[in-house]
């Protein structure tokens, strides 16, 4: 069942709909929306909500683990920034859900402020509580120069958080070892492509001791680590946890060139892997 009540009000140039809620299954929503005509449209929306869950919403995993390669084989995409979509209208968004539900992720103290003005974009704050009680923070840019081309800006703070490492259980969530992570970032152009072929500043990510049940490294390093204990380990197809002492990738970016030495170094009760990069 769903039902939604809200005050509606308008004159030619501008609709209103105050204090509006709304339930649809077991999720809640609540808020205002505001919407002024005229050559650049103005929209102000705010959400509020106790509980919403997308999960019934959202296509299954793994429907889409087959994603379309660019045409020229290249990883990253020459896809154009939306620099004409953003000029198009004017915007202030705030967004607060308590706990936001998906197909594999719970998230709560999901929250999103940002803005739309000029053309640029600004997200003033992106923020979330994970399922170990870790918390991300993320603020974002980007400056449209009005020539087809985007300055773009970005950090990310984080910490005590789990980076989607796979657990089949509740007790394995537990064992997960929990990362901190801190990103800064920026680039110009017009396309993705362009973003991460001038992109400049740093990642580093430090994760402490943990246990990681055999295939939990699947979700974010594409099997790579398994593939490596499983071949080093001669008892990792039997063990059921790989038991991490400590981790750390540390990536620097200067004009789309990334390089790490070492970018990866990883001590496992197995294994003591360091790895150098250059991209």
């Known amino acids: 069942p769903a039902h939604l009540r809200a005050r509606l009000t308008g004159t030619p140039s501008e609709m209103v709909m105050e204090e509006f809620t709304g339930k649809i299954g077991d999720s809640d929503i609540s ?6 005509a005229g050559n650049v449209p103005h929209v102000r ?28 084989g290249r990883v990253i995409p020459d896809t154009p920034l939306p620099l004409d979509f953003l000029a198009r209208f004017d915007a202030d968004i705030d967004v607060t859900i308590d706990q936001l539900i998906g197909r594999a992720l ?24 994970g399922q170990r009680g870790g918390t991300l923070a993320m603020q974002m840019r980007l400056d449209n120069t009005g020539e087809g081309t985007a ?4 950090s990310a703070n984080g910490s005590d958080l789990i980076l989607g490492l796979h657990a089949a259980t509740i ?19 017009a396309t993705l492509r362009d973003l991460a072929s001038t992109l400049d500043g740093n990642l580093r990510l430090v994760g402490g001791e943990g246990k990681i049940a055999t295939g939990g490294f699947s979700m974010n390093t594409g099997d790579v680590f ?33 390089t790490g030495r070492p970018a990866l170094v990883q001590k496992t009760d197995k294994l003591l892997i360091f790895a150098n990069a250059r991209v």
């Open 31 to 36: 808020g205002d929306f505001r919407m002024r």
């Open 45 to 72: 929306v705010e959400i509020t909500s106790d509980r919403l869950n997308l999960a019934p919403y959202l296509p299954p995993l793994g429907d889409n683990e087959e994603d379309d390669v660019p045409a020229d």
């Open 106 to 129: 719970t998230v709560d103290d999901f929250d999103i402020d940002g803005s739309i003005a000029d053309g640029d974009l600004l997200i003033n704050n992106f923020s979330l509580t």
């Open 151 to 154: 300055d773009f800006a970005m």
């Open 171 to 189: 007790d394995d969530l537990t064992l997960l070892p929990l990362y901190e992570i801190s990103m800064e970032a920026t680039g110009q152009g």
């Open 226 to 258: 398994d593939q490596i204990l499983t071949t080093m380990n001669p008892f990792a197809s039997t063990d059921p946890y790989t038991t991490v002492a400590c981790s750390a990738v540390v990536l620097q970016f200067a004009d789309g060139v990334v």
